[in-house]
């Protein structure tokens, strides 16, 4: 049971790295949201998963020279690829100085520059509507709730008891490897499988489950097992 399960681990410890990419904001561009949750870093490369992928960014660059230099702050735009491969780079469109980036954001649809892999990634994009008044982006979080909703946009979520799960099935497979002798351990619900096929569908539903940060924390976790 121990061999069985320590196999199992590793496996699915591979095939969730390979399924994980790096979405790197350039100089410029601030990465607000990832998939309708705020970014875990606005300026500096974000874990997320491969498929269909929305992130909401800005421009926050500055622009001109000398004494007419001063940051140029952008809409927040919405924009959707697909990631297949491992690091996808996110650049604003050409802005070297305040007409040119006025003029870049004048159009409907701005042209971000968008690699993966080093080779340009297509994409949608549709500028964010804010409100009304002196602060149109304020709670932008609801704003763009209120987006997905109007466009029925859904994404993978989680609740306290599921982020409650993962925690449970990670200690109770440490303490199944940990233990030399099958008897010393009472099988738990989670690891009660007996085969490799189950035991990863255990663990591959819970993965899916956890949040972008659990996903994370929990491969850095296995890494550790090795």
Same mark, same amino acid.
């Given at each position: 049971? #121990?061999?069985?399960v +320590?196999?199992?681990?590793?496996?699915?410890?591979?095939?969730?790295?390979?399924?994980?990419?790096?979405?790197?904001?350039?100089n410029?561009?601030?990465?607000?949201?990832?998939?309708g949750q705020?970014?875990e870093?606005? =300026?500096?490369?974000?874990? %997320?998963?491969? !498929?269909?992928t929305? %992130?909401?960014? /800005?421009m926050?660059? #500055?622009?001109?020279?000398?004494?007419?230099?001063?940051?140029y702050t952008?809409?927040?735009?919405? +924009?959707?690829?697909? =990631?297949?491969?491992?690091?996808v780079? +996110?650049?604003?469109? %050409?802005?070297?100085?305040?007409?040119?980036a006025?003029?870049?954001?004048r159009? &409907?649809?701005p *042209?971000?520059? =968008?690699?993966?892999?080093?080779n340009?990634?297509? $994409?949608?994009? *549709?500028?964010?509507?804010g409100?009304?008044?002196?602060? &149109? $982006?304020?709670g932008?979080?609801?704003?763009?709730?209120?987006?997905?909703e109007?466009?029925? +946009?859904?994404?993978? !979520? *989680?609740?306290?008891?599921?982020?409650?799960?993962?925690a449970?099935?990670?200690?109770?497979?440490?303490?199944?490897?940990?233990?030399?002798?099958? #008897?010393?351990?009472?099988?738990?619900? %989670?690891?009660?499988a007996?085969?490799k096929s189950?035991?990863m569908?255990?663990?591959?539903?819970?993965?899916?489950?956890?949040?972008?940060?659990? /996903?994370?924390?929990? /491969?850095?976790?296995? =890494?550790?097992? *090795?």
């Amino acid at each position: 049971m #121990k061999k069985s399960v +320590i196999t199992v681990l590793l496996a699915a410890s591979s095939a969730f790295a390979a399924s994980a990419a790096t979405l790197t904001p350039m100089n410029g561009v601030s990465l607000l949201y990832v998939n309708g949750q705020e970014a875990e870093s606005k =300026i500096r490369s974000n874990d %997320v998963e491969s !498929g269909t992928t929305q %992130v909401v960014v /800005r421009m926050d660059k #500055k622009v001109g020279r000398g004494s007419s230099q001063s940051v140029y702050t952008s809409a927040p735009y919405v +924009i959707t690829f697909n =990631i297949t491969g491992d690091e996808v780079k +996110i650049n604003h469109p %050409v802005a070297r100085s305040k007409q040119e980036a006025s003029a870049a954001f004048r159009l &409907p649809e701005p *042209e971000w520059r =968008i690699t993966q892999d080093g080779n340009s990634l297509s $994409y949608t994009v *549709e500028k964010l509507k804010g409100r009304e008044g002196a602060f &149109p $982006y304020s709670g932008i979080g609801e704003l763009i709730a209120e987006y997905n909703e109007k466009r029925g +946009i859904t994404f993978g !979520g *989680e609740s306290t008891s599921e982020v409650a799960s993962v925690a449970v099935a990670a200690t109770a497979t440490t303490a199944v490897v940990a233990t030399s002798t099958p #008897k010393a351990v009472e099988p738990s619900p %989670v690891v009660k499988a007996n085969t490799k096929s189950g035991n990863m569908e255990q663990l591959q539903a819970l993965y899916l489950k956890a949040s972008k940060a659990e /996903r994370k924390e929990f /491969r850095k976790w296995m =890494i550790d097992q *090795e």
